[in-house]
Structures are given as C-alpha cells and as structure tokens.
C-alpha cells in the first residue's frame, strides 16, 4: 500500500478533529468600556469574558474606572469567547491625598498653571508675569473661559514690574493634565494689561484717598457682554486682614478685552455696606432670570452676605435686592440698611475668596472658601443657603499658604463627581495650581 496514502488516512482524522473544535469555537468583539466602572463593564460583558485586572495610577480618570484592555488588545478586536482579557484600571496617583469625611474621596495636585514650573510658563514669561494668585474663572462668549488674576510680578519673590491684576483666555474644558492657555490680555509690546491698574501707592488704614492695588473678585457675562468686578485695597493689614475702601464693576467694551470701562453706579463703598467689599457674581443654573451676588468685606475674618438682580436691570444700582433673611429679598437702600444693621450672613465667619457652583452630582450648591487653615465646601439645598453643611476639602499642612480654591462648574468631569480647583500659594512659590477634588 502507497505510504503516502497510509499517511493521509492517519493525518486525516486529526485535521477533521482540529477543524470540528475551531468550529465549535465561539468568537466575540470587544466592546468600548472606557470610563466605565468595574462594575458596570462586568454587567456590559456579561459572561462573555472574564476579567484580570491591572490598576494604574493617572488622573486621567478617577480611581476605579476602565482605561484601556491590556496586551496590545483593543476595542473591536475579536478574542474567544469566555477567555480572560486583561483590563487597565484608573488608580489614584501615588501623590494623592485621602480626606477623612463623608464629602471628598480624595484630592490630587495635577499641574501648576502659572508660574516658571506650568504648562503656560513660556506665554506667561514673554509676557511679564512670573508670579501671581486666584485666577478666578467664569463663562466668556464662545465657550470660552476668562480667568482673573491679582498682584502679578515679573520677577521671583514679588520682585520686578508688579501689575494689580491681568486676564487669561482658555478653552481648555479637559484639565486631567493641567489648564492650558489660550492667551493673556496684553499691550501691543506683548506684556500683560491690567483690566484697571492700582495706584501703587503707600497704604494707610483710615485714609480712603490713597490706593495700594486693585485686585479681582469675580466676574460674569451678562447679555453678551463681560463685567468684573475688583476690590480697591487702600492698606494691608497682618496676615488675612486688609480694608477695602469699594469694590466696583468694569465692562469690556468689545470682545477683545483690551478695554474696561466703569459701569456707572455699580460701586459700593465701604461706607455704604460694609460686606460688599468683595463681590463675587453668578448665575443660577435653576433661574437664569437672575444674577446673584455673595460678598464679604475686605480680609478673611467675616461672614458672607447675598444679593441679587434681574439680568435685564443689572446696570441698574437701584433694583438690587439684598437678602436678609431665609429668602427675604430688600430692595435698593432700605436692603442696605437693614443689612449693615443686621448682617444676614449665608456663610457664618470665616470667609474668603468666595466662589460658588450648582453641583448636579450633589444636587446641591457648593460654595468653596478658606477657613483657618483648610480650603472648605459648604453645601446647601438653594442658592441662597444658608451654607451649614461644610466639609473640609484641602489643608495647609498639604499646601503650605493656601488660599483661593475657586469653583467653577465647566471645571467638572465624571458627571461632577470630579471637581477641579485653581489653588493659590504664597509659598513655596506665588502661583497657582490646579487640584482635582473627588468626591465620594
């Protein structure tokens, strides 16, 4: 008999054997589970495929949710059904801090945004500003954001041409890796413009004609067009302690933010009301009708008032209400006086750099502030508080000479569940950080 048909006829039963089980073999694609949790992508694959996982430490998405599948496999691939499949896993940086209380998971320093060691130090240096604080963001046309900062040197240590305050532009939505700039308000020789310079002058408590610097404290568009509003510093006191002697409202008079002119009548003077030294504007997600005002006098050792206006009377001084108690609005003067006889406060002592947002993963309102030694978010079921629910967010014994931690809710991912905060140092290094806030 030919040997190689006795080959064949033995060979031949094996290859049937092989062909029947890849046959018998079921095969399926590998779906999109990015961002997903654990849980959710096992409810997803059902018994498809079983799951090893891999946990690496990234801000790219919060701890606990899926990045990516493991070797070299990707999303439309074909693998044998009921195998097990590598998965990567978000872990939270090494560099994370965990927060003892019911609020906030953890936080994480992700990227300075000013100074030499940012992301924008190139834009910034060729522009005059080395050193700087807030950076205060809010809405612009466009989809854009403006972010306002104060006392700015071109030098280290408050050294060099010191500016009272200039403006960034972003449109940068995605911060895992930091906020990027699009750029700063400048002269034409390219060095940053303030949207109204202080007067530099020797400061003195009680003299309200000298003037030290001009610093931010919020802004807002309105109808299309982009106010802020600063505090005029006439003295600097000790640590947390400064007089203001108004704070007013400027507006640009076109879409290149070159120029800011005063809104005639929106100033309040320190010996008008006392608490609105430091205006912070914004709107309410739930009654866009309205802009709402919270507000506290010069420093960082006093509680926080409200007030609010119709947006199409928001030039008008004489429609403001002012709150003074549990939703009791006031109008004009009598609002005024009523409240310097008896403060209203929203947010009890103490408060400062005030900043407030409409938190839909909390269905609450968040407002961030420092008080003693600890960036806080204290939360409340309406807008005009009051703000009893407060939780600690971020410490000094973290971040050394912390202030600022302004809220902003396009700085929100993860369906809000991630908050990014613009973080404020007067040392090691006077600059600003960007800190991701995770709440549980």
Known sequence: MNKNYIKTLCILPLLLTIFSCNENKEYITLPDLYSLTLKEAKLKVGTDFLFKENHVPTSELIEGRI?????????????????????????????????????????????????????NSELLLNSGARGTDLGIPFEIPNNKTMLLY??????????????????????????????????VITYENGMIKPFSQGAHQQGNEFNKNVEVTKIPTGGITVNGTVYIFYMSIRYWGVGGSWNVTYNQCVKAKDNTYSEFIDVPGLRWNDDELFYAGQIYPFIDPKNEDYVYFTSIPGGRNDGAIMFRVKKDSFENKDEYEYLIGNNIWKKGSEGIKLLNENPYYVLSPSVSEPSIMYSKYLDKYIYSTLRGNSICFALADNVYGPYNDIHKVVSSSDFFGLYGGFVYDKYTDTDGQRIYIQLSQWTPIYNTSIVEVVLK
Do not use: C, H
């Open 67 to 119: 990045l990516s599948y493991g070797n070299n496999l990707k999303v439309g691939d074909k693998i044998e059904k009921g195998q097990r499949v590598e998965i990567n896993i978000s872990k939270r940086q090494d560099s994370a801090i965990s927060m003892d209380n019911d609020l906030v998971n953890y936080i994480n320093k992700i990227n300075y945004i000013t100074g030499p060691e940012s992301q």
């Open 150 to 183: 104060g006392d700015t040197f071109s030098g280290d240590n408050m050294g060099g041409f010191w500016n009272s305050n200039f403006m960034a532009i972003s449109s940068d939505y995605n911060l895992t890796d930091g906020l990027k700039f699009d750029d």
